[in-house]
């Protein structure tokens, strides 16, 4: 029996042949139209469908057009990965070693002080730091927004300094993004901010004439690098005139004679450290070796036939095996235990140094109470002021003993040898004033230690709810802007 | 023989005739099978499918997966004398050479069409030690007084032992700096468009030329 006799007798059959034929046609004309669609993503991926304007802060409308950078970029909402001693998560550093709050006395950091999270909070921590309760300059804003480079354009560079934390607080919205890096116009990496410019300048070196690899560490190096602000017009400096590393830089601000704040116990003339981590990172292997920021924080990735950079800036101990093991052999396991176990040795030193200097300064404290002259407290307080510069010059850097584990040794060495200096002289000191006794230490928690000093932190918590409750809403309502996404944003996938 | 081909030949006729439509339905029967048969050689033409069987490693880069793989190899001194075939299938006898290829070929194209292809790529247990075999078989008289079965031999490496060629040539040939980091900008031959040039010259005559993606 042929096929024509069987379909006139059972005409279901041909009904069965015809759905099935479709099925074989539609499914070859998927796969076909499948192959088409994956030759053409690499082509059209990074071409840009129409042309960004020269101030375009909200990341978002950069992200209609680089999905994949934009879609990895709000992974830094994630605040999920711990490392042992960082990551994203929130910590707060002054519970895990209460010694900084007695550190920064008399200066806002002992009120506040966590673990940072992803670059998408920048702004939104600003706000909800108690730091910001004391009154702040704009110059505080330039590196948390990619509204800034907008701001700057419209004020000058030295008239956006000039003015005040919340002169601005209803302009800058938008949190660190696609606006700082790159040029609209051709995505190519490129420094918005001028400071960096600036101390290139004065360091006698072109920064424009800074290879693709190396603009991979220097958009980092226009926030994530020590600076202060000129007391007499907040403008922001970096101090490289005499060099980066630790001691040059010291020489510069004593040169100048910068004070950041004097010291509430102690009385001496500190200096803060923000966060030299492109400096110190310049001592370590990887940047002998040329390595990028990019290349670690932000490995290359690839979606079918596109590659692009991972633009979810994390730990690299949270995707070892694309960033450490594209260089390194061995296994992912060997490789964290490695990194752990020098940042194990690299805290323990830091630990040391953080307490030694906490005693220091209560114990000038109470050389002064005890009637102490300003001749005789002179050299110790020079000696506080060095020892807490090299502690925190590695304590205030994110990630020193990954990016440099044997500068920062040094510097820590350098700090608690200082430090050991200054309680000796002290102990003179002390001795003739006929206090005999070791000086008595408070309780080494954060609670004890904040009240120790003075603060009164019911006061601070009750300034910040309202600031939150009533400032931070009318600047909201004024940018036309409802609130940024969620704070306990979860991101549905995580990448690996 | 004689009888047994007729055979095979009469039991073929059936089945045809069995399959053949009405004589009414001939005509639209064929166009159906033409537009199905079409399509099959549009999807064997645009997957670049005959390529499979060559060993031109230009086909290894026709889905980007392996651009970075490619761009070291073509730096490489390999690249004057062995192709990706030469050292990641096997070269002992046809039928495994083929087995090996076609089993290779099909799980990537079909990670590489569900998306299913990792960021981070490793040759797997089977492919290093085929690699291992042919790094002896073409270096044998550089190797053949090594002892080699004490530092390398497949039956070491089985349990864990025993060391593989490029555990101390380290850099050969793909270089040490591995995966999507080792080339950022590489130049690779990716497969152009699938619209054939007279076509494209005739719509463009009128446009402005596109941007070429890498």
Known sequence: ?496 | MEKGRRGVGQRLAGVFHRLAPPPQWVLPVTLLLGVGAGLAAMTFHVSRASSYLSDNPQTCVNCHVMAPQYATWSYSRHRETATCNDCHVPHDNKLRHYAFKASDGARHAFMFTFRLEPQVIRIHEAGQRVVQENCIRCHDATVHNTRLDEVAGDARAEHGEGLRCWACHRETPHGRVRGLASVPYEHVPLPGSVTPSWLRNLMQRNTAQPVSGR
């Open chain 1, 1 to 496: 029996m042929n096929l024509a006799e069987l379909t006139r007798r059972k005409p279901w059959v041909a009904w069965l042949l015809f759905a099935g034929t479709a099925v074989v046609v539609f499914l070859i004309g998927m796969f076909g139209a499948s192959i088409i669609e994956r030759r053409g993503e690499s082509a059209t991926a990074g071409v840009p469908i129409r042309q960004l304007p020269e101030f375009e802060p909200r990341n978002a409308v950069w992200g209609e057009q680089f999905r994949r950078q934009f879609e990895s970029y709000l992974m830094t909402l994630d605040t999920s990965f711990q490392s042992k001693h960082g990551g994203s998560a929130r910590r707060d550093m002054l519970e895990q070693h209460p010694e900084k709050v007695v550190l920064w006395a008399g200066y806002a950091f002992a009120r506040d002080y966590n673990q940072i999270r992803g670059h998408y909070y920048a702004v939104r921590d600003v706000h909800e730091s108690l730091r910001t309760n004391v009154d702040q300059p704009a110059t505080c804003w330039t590196c948390k927004s990619t509204d800034v480079p907008r701001l700057m354009n419209e004020y000058g560079v030295a008239d956006f300094y000039s003015q005040t934390w919340r002169d601005l607080g209803d302009e800058v919205v938008n949190p660190i993004g696609c606006q700082d890096c790159h040029d609209p116009a051709t995505m190519r990496l490129r420094i918005t901010r001028p400071a960096l410019i600036e101390a290139f300048d004065r360091m006698g070196r072109d920064i424009n004439r800074a290879s693709h690899q190396e603009m991979r560490s220097l958009v980092c190096a226009q926030c994530h690098v020590e600076y202060f602000f000129r007391p007499e017009d907040n403008y922001l400096v970096f101090p490289w005139d005499d060099g980066i590393t630790a001691e040059a830089q010291e020489q510069y601000l004593d040169r100048v004679g910068h004070t950041d704040w004097v010291h509430a116990v102690s009385r001496a003339p500190m200096i803060k450290v923000q966060h030299p981590d492109w400096e110190l990172y310049q001592t370590g292997i990887h940047a002998y070796r040329g390595v990028a920021c990019a290349d670690c924080h932000m490995p290359y990735r690839r979606e079918g036939g596109v590659k692009f950079t991972n633009h979810h800036i994390q730990s690299p101990l949270a995707n070892v095996a694309e960033s450490c093991m594209t260089c390194h052999g061995g296994t992912e396991e060997e490789m964290v235990r490695r990194v752990n176990d020098s940042q194990d040795r690299i805290y323990e030193l830091r630990r040391q140094a953080e307490r030694s200097l906490a005693m220091l300064h209560i114990e000038a404290g109470a050389a002064w109470q005890a009637g102490a002259t300003e001749a005789e407290m002179q050299p110790i307080l020079r000696l506080i002021r060095q020892a807490q510069w090299r502690w925190d010059w590695i304590a205030a850097s994110h990630g020193a003993a990954a990016h440099s584990p044997v500068e920062s040794g040094r510097l820590l060495g350098n700090s608690i040898a200082l430090a050991g200096e200054g309680r000796l002289q002290l102990a003179r000191v002390l001795s003739r004033l006929n206090v005999q006794q070791p000086v008595p230490m408070p309780e080494w928690d954060k609670a004890s230690l904040q009240a120790f000093i003075g603060l009164d932190m019911g006061a601070q918590r009750n300034q910040k709810q309202a600031f939150l409750a009533d400032t931070l809403q009318r600047w909201y309502q004024s940018a036309g802007h409802v609130q940024p996404g969620p704070t306990d944003y979860v991101p549905r996938v995580r990448q690996p």
